[in-house]
């Protein structure tokens, strides 16, 4: 897609952090933008700022990890645009952190349904519809734990390498059709968002917060390296070009090339892997 111009994109996980400087962006390029949060305050601030700055824009209140509510999202932006060109799978949370073995079942199933089920569904729900037209571009938010397994986030970790397969699945899956359909996996590192905030501020122990002193002492590290990270607004600009660009591999800085290229020769010569103290990645 060469022209954006009065299309329309869709942003999940839209209310703050990435996701917020996405849909900026889109609205300083012309584009129609609907954002998709759980938050309902945050949602409607971020609408209000998009429409007090000229741009056209609509609040839907989604929750990724339940299907139905993709379906209406689409729905509202068909209803309200007639098409969603670009799509923005970012909706995200840190998730519980603690020893993988000592995560309940809650742990998991909550964090895998917002980070990698809220993407499947966007996928099965957005994706059909841009293939009929033979026109569009999905974004689907990974991250550099899908690349380097950081200690004590399981659940994280796994969702976004699922993510980052998916990706690559769909990318695959277009050109083998012949689709002009774009796809972008988007890999942060450290970014300056407030995912990990969002999980330090559950009650400690509860599914989404850290659960032990391994958790704990994750969780200040992620913070303190995240406090230092990208601006969103400098991702939001990324991945406007990206699409623009028809990019698929979409990583924030090169800080992290070593050490995927070390694990990539962990892989190929039957290697112990190593954990090198890098943290985690913000999504």
């Given at each position: 897609?060469?022209?954006?111009?009065?299309?329309?994109?869709?942003?999940?996980?839209?209310?703050?952090?990435?996701?917020?400087?996405?849909?900026?962006?889109?609205?300083?390029?012309?584009?129609?933008?609907?954002?998709?949060?759980?938050?309902?305050?945050?949602l409607n601030d971020a609408v209000n700022e998009i429409r007090t700055n000229g741009g056209q824009a609509l609040g839907i209140v989604t929750d990724v990890s339940v299907e139905e509510d993709n379906i209406q999202l689409l729905d509202a932006t068909v209803d309200s645009f007639g098409t969603a060109d670009v799509v923005c799978l970012n909706a995200g949370v840190q998730g519980s952190i603690g020893r993988s073995w000592a995560l309940s079942k809650e742990d998991y199933s909550?964090?895998?349904?917002?980070?990698?089920?809220?993407?499947?569904?966007?996928?099965?729900?957005?994706?059909?519809?841009?293939?009929?037209?033979?026109?569009?571009?999905?974004?689907?938010?990974?991250?550099?734990?899908?690349?380097?397994?950081?200690?004590?986030?399981?659940?994280?970790?796994?969702?976004?390498?699922?993510?980052?397969?998916?990706?690559?699945?769909?990318?695959?899956?277009?050109?083998?059709?012949?689709?002009?359909?774009?796809?972008?996996?988007?890999?942060?590192?450290?970014?300056?968002?407030?995912?990990?905030?969002?999980?330090?501020?559950?009650?400690?122990?509860?599914?989404?917060?850290?659960?032990?002193?391994?958790?704990?002492?994750?969780?200040?590290?992620?913070?303190?390296?995240?406090?230092?990270?990208?601006?969103?607004?400098?991702?939001?600009?990324?991945?406007?070009?990206?699409?623009?660009?028809?990019?698929?591999?979409?990583?924030?800085?090169?800080?992290?090339?070593?050490?995927?290229?070390?694990?990539?020769?962990?892989?190929?010569?039957?290697?112990?892997?190593?954990?090198?103290?890098?943290?985690?990645?913000?999504?």
């Amino acid at each position: 897609m060469n022209k954006l111009e009065g299309k329309t994109a869709v942003v999940t996980g839209a209310a703050s952090g990435m996701g917020l400087a996405m849909a900026r962006r889109f609205a300083v390029g012309g584009m129609n933008v609907v954002l998709a949060d759980l938050n309902e305050s945050r949602l409607n601030d971020a609408v209000n700022e998009i429409r007090t700055n000229g741009g056209q824009a609509l609040g839907i209140v989604t929750d990724v990890s339940v299907e139905e509510d993709n379906i209406q999202l689409l729905d509202a932006t068909v209803d309200s645009f007639g098409t969603a060109d670009v799509v923005c799978l970012n909706a995200g949370v840190q998730g519980s952190i603690g020893r993988s073995w000592a995560l309940s079942k809650e742990d998991y199933s909550w964090t895998l349904g917002i980070l990698l089920d809220g993407v499947i569904h966007g996928v099965r729900t957005f994706v059909p519809e841009m293939v009929e037209r033979d026109e569009g571009h999905v974004v689907l938010t990974a991250s550099i734990a899908g690349h380097i397994s950081s200690p004590f986030g399981a659940p994280y970790n796994v969702a976004k390498h699922g993510v980052a397969t998916l990706a690559e699945t769909l990318f695959h899956e277009l050109k083998v059709e012949g689709s002009n359909v774009g796809v972008t996996c988007l890999c942060p590192g450290f970014v300056n968002t407030n995912i990990v905030n969002d999980t330090a501020s559950r009650p400690a122990g509860s599914v989404g917060s850290a659960i032990d002193d391994r958790g704990d002492q994750m969780l200040e590290l992620t913070q303190r390296v995240l406090s230092a990270g990208l601006d969103p607004e400098v991702v939001g600009e990324q991945v406007f070009d990206a699409v623009v660009n028809k990019q698929f591999w979409l990583f924030t800085d090169d800080n992290w090339d070593a050490p995927i290229m070390a694990r990539a020769n962990e892989v190929v010569t039957r290697g112990l892997p190593r954990f090198r103290g890098e943290g985690q990645g913000d999504k």
